[in-house]
């Protein structure tokens, strides 16, 4: 059974910093990323990473965030620093194998003063 598990949201002030995990078992996951949904917007794609290596970051994130994922440990981290306010959303870990998504069940990240 696969399972996708997230860790790490919380409140944090603007300018801060959280790190996501998400820690993954049933499958071996050839993409691993992180998504978000701000309430009364659509999910968004954050950054993936494949298992060979390869990153890639939505425009708006590039450089406050990075992922990053242990191959070992079947796990993917998110890092994110100099938070805004429009980072509050709750992030989704994906993960996809055999051409079928799976989903966590999400954390909150809220930035706020």
């Known amino acids: 059974q696969v399972q996708l598990v997230e860790s790490g949201g919380g409140l944090v002030q603007p300018g801060g910093s959280l790190r996501l995990s998400c820690a993954t078992s049933?499958?071996?996951?050839?993409?691993m990323a992180w998504y978000r949904q701000a309430p009364g917007k659509q999910r968004e794609l954050v950054a993936f990473v494949t298992s060979g290596g390869v990153i890639n970051y939505a425009p708006s994130m590039k450089g406050r965030f990075t992922i990053s994922r242990d191959n070992a440990k079947n796990t993917v981290y998110l890092q994110m620093s100099s938070l805004k306010p429009e980072d509050t959303a709750v992030y989704y870990c994906?993960?996809?194998?055999?051409?079928?998504?799976?989903w966590g069940q999400g954390t909150q990240v809220t930035v706020s003063s």
């Open positions: 994906n993960a996809v194998s055999g051409g079928t998504n799976y």
């Open positions: 049933g499958s071996i996951f050839r993409t």
